[in-house]
């Protein structure tokens, strides 16, 4: 491997990783955006909705999110259907996102 494919590496690498945030922030003004459309007002500030983004995103879990006052009860059960399909989106876009830089 000659320095010329190193320094490729290393670029696309830096866009990797902007791009991934880039992500995390536009789907937690998302995530925000379903919140609003859900309760008809933000039930949760936004660095909450960029905390999930993150999770999301990182494909970490959702085992760190707790909901007040209802012990084990899993954040899917009682988020709105505008949520559901906004962590599909979320996740469908890190498959394409990692299926773009494996193929450049």
């Excluded at 490729?8 to 922030?25: D, E, S």
């Excluded at 999110?65 to 009860?73: A, D, E, R």
């Excluded at 899917?76 to 979320?90: A, D």
């Amino acid at each position: 491997m000659n320095i010329l494919n190193l320094y490729n590496i290393k670029k696309n690498g830096v866009r990797y990783i902007l791009v991934n945030l880039l992500t995390i922030f536009i789907f937690s003004i998302l995530y925000l955006i379903s919140d609003i459309i859900d309760m008809e007002k933000a039930t949760d500030p936004w660095y909450y909705w960029l905390y999930f983004s993150s999770i999301t995103q990182t494909t970490v879990g959702y085992s760190g999110i707790q909901i007040k006052g209802k012990p084990g009860i899993n954040i899917m059960t009682l988020k709105s259907k505008y949520l559901k399909v906004t962590v599909f989106l979320q996740l469908l876009s890190i498959i394409i996102i990692n299926g773009y830089f494996l193929y450049i």
